[in-house]
């Protein structure tokens, strides 16, 4: 099968189908494996040490609902991924990432093809939700301080008509910016706040995760020789 996004990254009028967005999750199950270590030993620094593994184990269950799939309802296969990682991923990244995939699932409920307005209303879509289950604002020092920027950048490079791959690719860059932003921060949510002052130097794992998560998209549907 074709991928519609494939055919139509010529034209600059992308539009993603189901098997675009079981790519995307597949590439992100494939870095969460590969950052695995890395995540851990920033969770490790600020939290339980198993944000890593977790979320390693969490997409590895994900993989096992998306594959072979036929249901083309994209709504229904994001929210088939929150729900499996919520019972599947421990400590707060399995209610928050499940949150957020629930969330887009909703926002493009019925849907089997996704233009860029559409896959920026479900990002919205997730990222609020993320924010009203943690209660979490920028600048708290967790997943919303590379959400926010991503989802941010996304809707800007749009609304000045920006193509999609470049849209992708200016949204990956600010999560990867709000990420790095984290280190200097002392955590006010979560388990890092507990450590205080002493959270402050180290990057938040959840912010890591969610530049991986938008990186992937960048990857998978904007950067054509790196998608697989």
């Known amino acids: 099968m074709v991928d519609v996004a494939e055919t139509e990254h010529a034209s600059g009028n992308m539009s993603l189908g189901h098997d675009d967005i079981v790519r995307w999750i597949r590439a992100f199950a494939a870095q969460v494996e590969a950052n695995k270590e890395q995540l851990t030993q920033l969770d490790a620094a600020v939290g339980d ?9 969490g997409m590895a269950a994900v993989l096992g609902k998306v594959d072979g799939a036929e249901e083309q309802d994209i709504g229904a296969l994001l929210k088939t991924v ?8 421990g400590g707060a990244g399995g209610p928050l990432y499940g949150t957020l995939f629930l969330q887009m699932g909703t926002a493009v409920s019925g849907k089997e093809e996704l233009g860029p307005d559409d896959w920026a209303a479900a990002l919205d879509a997730g990222v609020a939700g993320v924010q009203a289950r943690g209660k979490a604002e920028p600048g ?7 959400l926010i920027p991503g989802r941010d950048a996304l809707k800007t490079a749009l609304a000045e008509g920006a193509s999609f791959e470049d849209a992708l690719e200016r949204s990956a860059d600010a999560a990867g910016q709000g990420m790095q932003d984290t280190i200097p921060l002392v955590a006010r949510k979560g388990r890092a706040s507990y450590l205080g002052e002493r959270s402050a130097g ?10 991986l998560l938008l990186e992937a998209a960048a990857d998978t549907w904007g950067r054509p020789e790196q998608a697989g």
Request: glycine content about 12%.
């Open 82 to 89: 929150g729900m499996t990682l919520v019972s599947t991923v």
């Open 49 to 57: 040490g198993d944000h890593g593994i977790n979320m390693q184990r």
């Open 140 to 146: 708290d020092k967790t997943m919303i301080d590379a």
């Open 202 to 211: 180290h990057q938040d794992p959840g912010a890591t995760s969610s530049h």
